[in-house]
């Protein structure tokens, strides 16, 4: 059982759960009935606040995360608009109601579902497959979470998932509803095509002086030279300051001291086990032949100690460590149930304990070793240690930094030397950059972020040659530019681009050729039909295309079919096309995995939809009311505004 439990695993992606983004129950059951800050609400649930800073935090829980998944590719923006701000605003009142929901219904997470919850979550088990106490321990204080903490903050997830199942898992797709979309799905059209292509119209088309000019001078866009400009930057970064910063032998010393505690490794014993299970809700017959069973293994051990392995192969029911012999591995303090671990603290090396009953039945336990307590010594943490302490001093030294960052570029406007010498940092030089982020490059390169460049282009930079303000491009990054050289954006003359401008005007007009003979020929068609000049039959239908154009494939899917053969045209890049469609009907066999997929997709959309009003009843129930709706502008700190 120990063993079997801890195979499935979870841990990872749950503290992500919990810590990146807002949980359905963010603030704690507990938290979220004592909360009575309302000073800065933004809006109310059940009587609670939700406040601004709730709001800050999931907004950047959600940036970080969308960072992680897109890297350089996201555009911070898409998260500025009102839209945005109130889907995440949504998100926390619908988390409150669910929350509240949880407490009026007296939901809750009985100790079995918990410790089963976590003792199968991934990154707790050690190569041998054993349940890793040290390394429950260490993840969470990586996140400055105690397990106390965590296993609170489990429990009340696990209870609001509950409720959210409750919903949601219940949905299902009628299957008259499921066949039709099916059915649509898998419909045949037998379809030929007659292609007007342009490039057999070109030939036809006269061109005047007077229709070039007017085509230039319609798309201008086409043909205009973007502003550039030369500029200079500076960057200042977490990864600067820390490279200035030293650690010295005492400081190093000193914090080990003052943190001994979190490198004690606590004393783990190693133990085999014979299990014989029953439910604690079994029979008491039941209980008494597994006990029995437990007891005459018992005595066969105390006359044949050296007989434990062989006997737990052959007769324990824990399918973990049974083919091991029993063997569980080592492990620390509440990595086993209680009356297990109890048992195992009072053993001596070797020695056999009498029968144990937990939750899982009758254990019989062998203590095969102990590995005594210890603490690492300074010079095998001291790489640690020296990483940390640079990363602390680092920190406040960048806020300092950032701060004289930002006053000296402003108040020192002409140049950037003064504030590369007050903090050694270099000056970079670009040169053709311009107004729009350029897709050719990395995202994440510091002079091609959007915010900066809307900066480095505004008029009083552009025209008065000052440094721009410090403009703040990620978590401990700012840069700070001034342009060198610019040049204004201009449109190539006529004559320059003539040749292209008459190579497009050809394209147009033949393009409008192509289509008055297509349209012709479909009026033709819906007064006789011809099937003269179409090409081969193809079988499409809207799980296969066969390859053809998406505007063509969706004309021909749309069309009326009511009354064979039936016409549908589209506009491709080739030409235009005319399709004739001759014949409908249903495969022969069907696909019944995929029709299978099919209704579970359609309920899993049913189950979106009833938690939807589910959630929008809750909502009802909690009284919701938005104090501050959201404006579209932020303030410079790149913080929501609020009306």
Known sequence: MFDFIRTHQRLMQLVLLLLIFPSFVFFGLEGYSRIRDDGNAIATVAGQPI????????HRRQLDRMREMFGGKLDPKAFDTPEAKQGILEGLIAQRALAAEVVHSRLTTSDQALQQSIMGMEGLTTPDGKFDNDTYKALLAAQNMTPAIFEERLRQDLAVQQLNAAVQTTAFAPKTVASRISDINDQQRDVQQQLFKNADYVAQVKVTDAMLKDFYAKNGALFAVPEQAKAEYVVLDSATIAAQVNVSDDEIKSYYESNKQRFTVDEQRRASHILIAVNKSASDADKAAAKAKAEKLLAELKKSPSSFAKLAKENSQDPGSAEKGGDLGFFGHKAMVKPFEDAVYKLKEGEISDLV?????????QLTGIKPGSIKPLEEVKPELTAEIKKQLASRKFSDSAELFRNTV???????????????????????????????????????????????????TVKNKRNTLAIQIGPNTLIAGRVVEYKAATQKPFEEVQATVRERVVQQEAAKLAKQAGEARLTALKAKDDAAGFGETKQISRIKNEGMDFVAFGAVMKADVSKLPAYASAETPQGFAVYRIAKVAQPATLDAARRKNEAQQIGNGIGAQETYAYLEMLKQKAKVKILKPFNVKTDNDDKPAMK
Do not use: C
């Open 51 to 58: 406040t601004q800073q709730e709001w800050d935090d999931a």
């Open 357 to 365: 009953q937990s939750d899982f039945g009758y254990h019989i336990i």
């Open 410 to 460: 402003e108040d020192q406007s002409d140049s950037l030397k003064p504030v590369a010498d007050k903090l050694k940092l270099k000056i970079e030089t670009i040169e053709h950059i311009g107004r729009q982020p350029n897709p050719t490059l990395a995202p994440n390169l510091p002079y091609n972020d959007p915010k900066f460049l809307e900066a480095l282009f505004s008029d009083d």
